[in-house]
């Protein structure tokens, strides 16, 4: 492999960037190639990445890159090859570059069945009533109780016995169904984007959204943040799920609106584990907080295997340069349906988000 091809990585030079290209993979990507890292302790402005890509066949993006529309690539005069080494490239790509036949590929599919994991655990807590069981066993001393389950009146259901619904067909909803198939639930998806012939493949039921929402034990939201799919789960729909069902979303926030999964959740009537919300951080004063029947986390799902970006990315950089099938690619219609970063900071923008 004697070619070096020219390369930018777009990720700023702060703290974040070790944590995404550890050590072994800066020294194997500086192996491979020419390459030119951020300087600057910010992303590159838009005009800086213009000019910045002149001469560079492989552009390496992340977090924060500007979008690479028709301003940013009108001097990429040698630009072959894009690899956005974290999720979504919803905000990263442009008509403009799929027009000019520049693949882009991503390391979706490392983040996907992270997040996958950490689904498939929020699924088995919110069957296995896991917070009505927790907190009594947490309780202050004097409040504390040993809460029996034959006495609880709750009902546990096994895997094994409940119906999973699925809200959306990406990368993150391959690694649960996977996931979910040894323990041998039913399960329900609504895709706009999937035929029949997929789905038995894949071992699941096609459902209309309320057929889902009536049916379901757990529903998962797992689609992309866009226009379409802003406040799907509105007051209507949610009031369809099931008595006893539980919401998770390790999705994108404003997908429910959230102020119709409050009003719901304070009856009593569903669970909700969730990871992701309409505004992040999650301020204190929010109403979700104290309710008994939501149980929350600080957007975490898709942590804890984050050098793997970069080491997926080489890898397709090295499959580049042989000639080999890139192995994440994204195509022009998976990229229409994915979440537009955009969007969901213009979502926290609008209801007052503080920066972290």
């Known amino acids: 492999m004697a070619r070096k091809p020219n390369v930018i990585v777009c990720w700023p030079n702060d703290w974040v960037r070790p944590i995404i290209f550890p050590a072994a993979q800066v020294e194997r990507l500086n192996a491979l190639a020419n390459v030119t890292w951020n300087p600057c302790q910010r992303q590159y402005t838009p005009d800086e990445l213009r000019d ?5 066949e492989i552009c390496i993006t992340g977090w924060g890159t500007p979008k ?3 301003n940013i690539l009108a001097r990429a005069n040698a630009l072959k090859l894009v690899m956005h080494t974290a999720g979504s490239i919803g905000s990263i ?3 403009a570059l799929y027009d000019r036949d520049i693949p882009i590929s991503s390391s979706n599919d490392v983040m996907a069945r992270q997040v996958a994991e950490f689904n498939v655990m929020l699924t088995l807590m919110g069957l296995r009533r896991a917070r009505q ?3 009594p066993m947490h309780a202050p001393t004097g409040a504390y109780r040993w809460h029996n389950y034959y006495k609880s009146g709750l009902k546990a259901i096994p895997m094994c016995k409940a119906t999973i619904g699925i809200i959306g067909l990406g990368a993150i909803a391959r690694w649960y169904i996977q996931f979910l198939k040894p323990m041998a639930p039913r399960i329900l998806l609504y895709s706009r984007h999937t035929n029949p012939d997929e789905a038995a493949r894949l071992g699941v039921e096609l459902a209309d959204l309320d057929t889902l929402l009536k049916t379901s034990d757990v529903v998962n939201i797992l689609c992309g943040m866009t226009q379409e799919t802003y406040h799907l789960l509105d007051a209507d729909r949610l009031a369809k799920m099931k008595d006893g069902a539980v919401l998770v ?8 609106d959230e102020a119709a999964l409050v009003a719901e959740l304070q009856t009593g009537r569903i669970d909700a584990l969730l ?3 309409e505004v992040e951080p999650l301020p204190e004063e929010n109403p979700l907080r104290p309710l008994s029947h939501a ?3 600080p957007h975490i799902a898709g942590a804890g295997n984050e050098g793997d970006y970069s080491r997926f990315g080489t890898d397709e950089i090295e499959r580049y340069l042989t000639g080999q099938p890139l192995q994440g690619l994204v195509t022009r219609s998976q990229w229409q349906n994915m979440t537009q970063a955009s969007l ?3 979502i926290f923008k609008d209801k007052g988000a503080k920066p972290v």
């Open 344 to 346: 969901v900071d213009k």
């Open 133 to 135: 069981f927790l907190d």
């Open 93 to 95: 790509a442009s008509a």
């Open 52 to 56: 910045a890509l002149v001469g560079v």
């Open 249 to 256: 979303n390790v999705g994108r926030g404003a997908i429910i």
């Open 68 to 70: 690479l529309d028709e």
């Open 275 to 277: 990871d992701v919300f």
């Open 295 to 297: 149980t929350l986390f």
